[in-house]
């Protein structure tokens, strides 16, 4: 029994970490793109959570990788400030899953 309520425990985790990273991104993320956290994921038993984010338009998504890299230490803070957990390292991963609705929504050249 004590493996699921682990897991139970890292899910929540990973819950609460992309909640208060789409408030932080909100907050702090200026207005070239649009970051979108899209999910997260505990991994490593809960020394790592993975936060996935969607960035629009597609040309920003390096400099918005960036953007969260530098801001990783501040992000770290707001996680102490904000929550009880005890603190995983955070990356933050593109998910731009979305890419072929762009293609759809273009009329067709031929």
Request: hydrophobic fraction near 40%.
């Amino acid at each position: 029994m004590q493996p699921t309520a682990n897991r139970h425990q890292r899910e929540k985790a990973a819950e609460i970490v992309a909640r208060e990273a789409a408030q932080f991104i909100a907050r702090e993320a200026g207005t070239e793109s649009l970051i979108t956290v899209i999910r997260a994921q505990s991994i490593a038993h809960g020394e790592r959570i993975m936060v996935f984010v969607s960035v629009f338009p597609v040309e920003k998504a390096r400099a918005a990788l960036a953007f969260l890299e530098r801001q990783r230490e501040a992000f770290s803070d707001h996680l102490k400030r904000h929550t009880h957990l005890r603190l995983p390292r955070v990356d933050f991963l593109l998910d731009n899953g979305e890419q072929t609705g762009e293609q759809l929504a273009e009329p067709s050249k031929s």
